[in-house]
């Protein structure tokens, strides 16, 4: 199963980066940045309209390479100025071509709050993210204990980051709503199988709480499939492939703002 190489792959990689800068150093560097009103921006999602987060994703287990060109720091720019609620930048480069460097790059380029989108399976990860100078953290339910969910959404509080908790069916949002989460993602991607199914996202919203936002997560290609999803009540929409492959971005948010 993908997702078990991948958390492999991620012990390995941050094994090796700990060896690199060690925790004590990255937790100093982190703390002392300043605490951003992370509750703000969850809420941020709860305001009408469909919010949008565009990623910057060059590759991707699925699909392989989605784009050859890959300006990462330009895409970042016309994503905030077509004024999406959040960038996405993938980070994991094994099966995704992510790299630290692009979020630490583009932080330094836009103000828009960035997702550091990653297999966060140890603090060391948030640590880094908080100093790459990201807002928001990815924590899959999928491969996270109960002990492991409960803290690192802890020390994302603390350092004033927001957790976005993805889950993918309903025994995994079960786990997510026992703790306190402000912003659900649902992925329409099975990790299994590839398979994508906007349905995921329709099914689970009944099941959230509407005072936390969710993200639906995955699969989105068309304004028609955007307006589906808002009107089930669904608050944002995760969108990568269908506007790295797009050649007027900005014209595609606006669109996907408006359903
Ligand atoms: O490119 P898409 O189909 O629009 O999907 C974006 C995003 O949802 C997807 O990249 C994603 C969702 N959850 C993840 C977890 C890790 C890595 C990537 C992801």
């Known amino acids: 199963m993908i997702l078990d190489d991948l958390v492999k792959v991620t012990t390995k990689r941050i094994a090796a980066e700990k060896a690199q800068i060690p925790l004590s150093k990255l ?17 941020r999602f709860l305001q009408p309209g469909l919010h949008i987060i565009g990623e910057v994703k060059h590759s991707s287990p699925s699909k392989g390479t989605i784009v050859n060109d890959f300006p990462y720091l330009q895409i970042a720019t016309e994503y905030q100025a077509a004024n999406v609620d959040a960038i ?11 790299d630290l460097k692009y979020l630490q790059e583009i932080s ?18 948030i640590y ?26 802890k020390l994302a509080k603390r350092l004033g980051l927001t957790a976005l908790v993805e889950v993918h069916d309903e025994s995994e ?3 997510a709503l026992n ?56 608050n944002g929409v995760l969108i990568g492939e269908t506007l790295m492959r797009s050649t007027d971005k900005t014209e595609l948010i606006k669109q996907f703002k408006v359903v």
């Open 108 to 125: 330094k380029q836009v103000r828009t709050p960035l997702l550091r989108k990653d297999f966060t399976i140890d603090p060391y990860m």
């Open 27 to 43: 937790q100093a560097k982190a703390e002392q940045l300043p605490v951003q009103k992370h509750s703000s921006l969850s809420k």
């Open 173 to 175: 949002l079960k786990r």
């Open 88 to 98: 996405s930048v993938l980070t994991e480069p094994d099966y995704f071509k992510g």
């Open 179 to 234: 703790q306190e989460v402000e912003l659900l993602g649902v992925n329409n991607r099975n990790l299994n199988d590839f398979s994508v199914d906007l349905n995921n996202s329709l099914r689970l919203r009944n099941l959230i709480p509407q005072d936390i936002p969710m993200i639906a997560e995955s699969g989105i290609k068309t304004t028609a499939d955007a307006k589906k999803l808002k009107d089930a009540g669904i």
């Open 128 to 153: 880094q993210a908080k100093s790459a100078g990201a807002s928001l953290i990815l924590l899959i339910v999928a491969i996270l204990s109960e002990r492991q969910l409960a803290d690192y959404l």
